[in-house]
Every structure is written in C-alpha cells, then in structure tokens.
C-alpha cells in the first residue's frame, strides 16, 4: 500500500518568505509526527497530532513554526519569515495508533534551502 | 529528560566483518528503544523495537540489539555485514509514560562498508 507521502521533495526559498510543507499520512493512520533532520541539531521532534485532541507542539523552536492536521489526515507545516538555521529536512511519520509501542512510518522528507 | 548517545559518529568495516553500533540512553522512567535505518536520499525505516520481555530482540536485514537496563545501553549487531548496509544508523527512545510515541533521537552513526 502507500507508504506516507510528503511534497515538495525540494525546496529553496529566500530568507524571509513564508514555506508550506505537506504531508499525507498513511491511510487510517491517527497519529502524525513531524521531526527536523539538520547538520547541526541531528532529528528533533517538532509537533504531533493524534486524532482530534490538542497537539503537542512541544517541540516547536519558534512562533515562526505552525502546523495544522485538517479532517484527521494531511497535515500542513507552515515556517513564517524563514531564516537560514530553518534549512533542514523536514519528516512526517504517520502510526495506526498513538503511544511508544506502534511503528512511526517515515516519509521521505523534504528538503529546504533557505538563501 | 531522556536522551540517547550514539558513541560512534563514523564506523568504517569491511565487507563481511562483524559490526556494533554503540547505544547509550538515559531515562528516569520505563522507555522503549529503537533502531532506524536510513539510507541515502531516503526517510527512516524501522530495524527492529524493544518494548519488553525478551533483552536480545532480533531486525530486519540480520540486524539484532540487546537491551541492558543496568548499562542502559542498547547496542546494534550484525555478524556480517554487506555493502548494501552502508547507511547511517539511528538510535531512538520513547518513553511509557509520555504515551505520545514522540521518539527522541541519538546523533547517528554512519556505516561504511569496504569492499
């Protein structure tokens, strides 16, 4: 079956734009999980949704940071005003159910250059 | 406040030699371990969990860890190795507690394997 999809594969933009990055999760997947891969800071979890409840944005490092989860599946990570640390690749990971113990199914990540 | 130490940035072996890729975590509460592989251009995929019971816990592609709680450690094997894993190595923890399945990562090691 499908395996968690996210788009652009590739992204560069200029330091001060405002970036979407999307992610579709498996299907009929409940949690959804975005962490941040970069040089200097290795994987850091960034934000999760499971179903309805509140999010744990935790792991968000600024208030240029969003995310949104419409209707349980795709979600939409949203950096404001980029700037050059923001450069990274971004994962989605998406599990049948929430807790420790489910496998997360990573995505293939999308790569962001900021200039 | 967990955190995982992956004491080898760079292993370098040779085709068919035994590898481990070190493991440490530390944790004040229960946590279950992971290892993530990812290969080039490419998201994680999961090698194999620990979650209870058995310490030696046995992955995909040859690929076995053992979970020592007195050494908190959670070291990857593999007896012989091929080129095709030349890849870099994640540890991970999430922690029985939290319930969120948000995976704290180790910094990776990368396996380079010589013809």
């Known amino acids: 079956g499908a395996g968690v999809s996210q788009s652009p594969s590739n992204k560069v933009t200029e330091k001060g734009k405002d970036v979407e990055l999307r992610c579709d999760p498996i299907s009929g997947h409940t949690a959804l999980y975005w962490y941040r891969q970069s040089l200097g800071q290795g994987l850091e979890f960034l934000i999760y949704f499971q179903g309805n409840s509140a999010p744990d944005k935790s792991g968000l490092p600024s208030d240029r940071f969003s995310a949104e989860r419409t209707g349980g599946s795709v979600s939409t990570l949203t950096i404001q005003r980029t700037q050059q640390e923001d450069s990274a690749v971004y994962l989605c990971?998406?599990?049948?159910?929430?807790?420790?113990?489910?496998?997360?199914?990573f995505g293939p990540g999308t790569r962001l250059t900021v200039t | 406040a967990q955190s995982v130490t992956q004491l080898d940035s760079q292993v370098p072996v040779f085709e068919e030699a035994p590898v481990e890729l070190r493991c440490n975590y530390s944790s004040s509460v229960s946590v279950y371990l992971f290892w993530y592989v990812q290969y080039p251009n490419q998201g994680l995929q999961l090698l194999l969990k620990?979650?209870?019971?058995?310490?030696l816990v046995k992955g995909i592609n040859g690929f076995e860890a053992e979970f020592n709680k007195s050494q908190t450690s959670f070291h990857l094997r593999k007896p012989s190795v091929h080129i095709s894993d030349t890849a870099e190595y994640f540890c991970?923890?999430?922690?029985?507690?939290?319930?969120?399945?948000?995976?704290?990562f180790g910094q990776g090691t990368t396996l380079q394997v010589k013809p």
């Open positions: 991970a923890v999430s922690t029985g507690s939290s319930n969120t399945g948000k995976l704290i």
């Open positions: 990971a998406s599990s049948s159910q929430t807790g420790g113990t489910y496998e997360q199914y």
């Open positions: 620990y979650l209870s019971g058995s310490t």
